[in-house]
T-cell receptor, first 116, second 114 residues
């Protein structure tokens, strides 16, 4: 077990709706990253937060947004859902400060989002 | 830009046989390299990582990987596979600038037959 939890486990939404996914990092981990894993693909980096500020972003549109809270929890929000947003969403926490590339990322079990 | 190629989508091996999963990366400098394993319904578990130094890296569950700069490869090996090793395996490269995010390959699904 990595000590990283995510909720909910599964979620079904319809196109155009909004969704919030939650992650609880390991205690003491200041960095959280979110990844999207489409069926049959490897995870793709969405964005990363360090001490409650966005610290880097992958090739995802602004309707993907996030928040990180002081209690080591974080959220991924997706607005105006599209069918292609159906995927497994993974969060990963690490000790790392910005630039500490050697820090291991610990992944949660993911949230399976289905958009109909 | 970083990228990772895992040329084998699916590999089947017999229990007790040796295993090698291939990974090739593209990166402008010495990369940080990782192997993760994902079982059905589970998140990603780190098997091993390479940052620098000895090019043969030992990991958990009896896995090892060798970094070969000349071939831009980081292949994962195990001398004797167990049925519980059946899972999806992902190779990843770590970015050296900006956020310490990971770039993943598309994965190799391992099936173990008795």
């Amino acid at each position: 077990e990595t000590g990283v939890t995510q909720s909910p486990t599964h979620l079904i939404k319809t196109r155009g709706q909004q969704v919030t996914l939650r992650c609880s990092s390991q205690s003491g981990h200041n960095t959280v990253s979110w990844y999207q894993q489409a069926l049959g693909q490897g995870p793709q980096f969405i964005f990363q937060y360090y001490r409650e500020e966005e610290n880097g972003r992958g090739n995802f549109p602004p309707r993907f947004s996030g928040l990180q809270f002081p209690n080591y929890s974080s959220e991924l929000n997706v607005n105006a859902l599209e069918l292609d947003d159906s995927a497994l969403y993974l969060c990963a926490s690490s000790l790392g400060a910005s630039g500490r590339f050697a820090d291991t990322q610990y992944f949660g079990p993911g949230t399976r989002l289905t958009v109909l | 830009a970083q990228s990772v190629t895992q040329p084998d989508i699916h590999i089947t091996v017999s229990e007790g046989a040796s295993l090698e999963l291939r990974c090739n990366y593209s990166y402008g400098a010495t990369p940080y390299l990782f192997w993760y394993v994902q079982s059905p319904g589970q998140g990603l578990q780190l098997l091993l990582k390479y940052f620098s130094g000895d090019t043969l890296v030992q990991g958990i569950k009896g896995f090892e990987a060798e970094f070969k700069r000349s071939q831009s490869s980081f292949n994962l090996r195990k001398p004797s596979v167990h049925w519980s090793d059946a899972a999806e395996y992902f190779c990843a490269v770590g970015a050296k600038t900006g956020a310490n995010n990971l770039f993943f390959g598309t994965g190799t699904r391992l099936t173990v037959i008795p």
